[in-house]
C-alpha cells in the first residue's frame, strides 16, 4: 500500500498548484479520508485540508480556506489539493495521508490518527 504526492513546485506569489496524490495498493480508496498536510522549515507538520471517504465533507486550516480546494476521484484512486492565490508562507513540504473511515460521513486531521503516508511534494512560493 502506497500514497504518492506529485504536483509540487516553484511558483509565484499568487501562482497556482494542484498536487495530487496517487495511491497504489489499495482495494478502494473509497474507504479512506484523505488529508493533506505541510511541513515549513523549523516548524511542525500542520494539517491543512482532508476530505471524507464519499468526498461530502471536507475540512480546512482558515490560513487557506478559499484558496485550496481538496477533491478526489476515486475511480482513479487518487485525492488532489487545488491551490491557488499561493503566498509565500504556504511554502512547506507537502505530504497526503489515508486513514480508514468508511463509515464516517466527516474527516478529522490529526497526524496520528493516519493509516497511510505518503512522501512530500516541495511546493516554494516566491514573493
Known amino acids: 500500500v502506497q500514497l504518492q504526492a506529485s504536483g509540487g513546485g516553484l511558483v509565484q506569489a499568487g501562482g497556482s498548484l494542484r498536487l495530487s496524490c496517487a495511491a497504489s495498493?489499495?482495494?478502494?480508496?473509497?474507504?479512506?479520508?484523505i488529508s493533506w498536510f505541510r511541513q515549513a522549515p523549523g516548524k511542525e507538520r500542520e494539517g491543512v485540508s482532508c476530505i471524507s471517504s464519499s468526498g461530502d465533507a471536507t475540512y480546512y486550516v482558515d490560513s487557506v480556506k478559499g484558496r485550496f480546494t481538496i477533491s478526489r476521484d476515486n475511480a482513479k484512486n487518487t485525492g488532489y489539493l487545488q491551490m491557488n492565490s499561493l503566498k509565500p508562507e504556504d511554502t512547506a513540504v507537502y505530504y497526503c495521508?489515508?486513514?480508514?473511515?468508511?463509515?464516517?460521513?466527516?474527516?478529522?486531521?490529526?497526524?496520528?490518527?493516519?493509516?497511510?503516508w505518503g512522501k512530500g511534494t516541495q511546493v516554494t512560493v516566491s514573493s
Open positions: 495521508a489515508a486513514d480508514y473511515s468508511l463509515n464516517r460521513s466527516y474527516c478529522i486531521v490529526d497526524h496520528y490518527g493516519m493509516d497511510y
Open positions: 495498493g489499495f482495494n478502494n480508496l473509497g474507504y479512506f479520508a
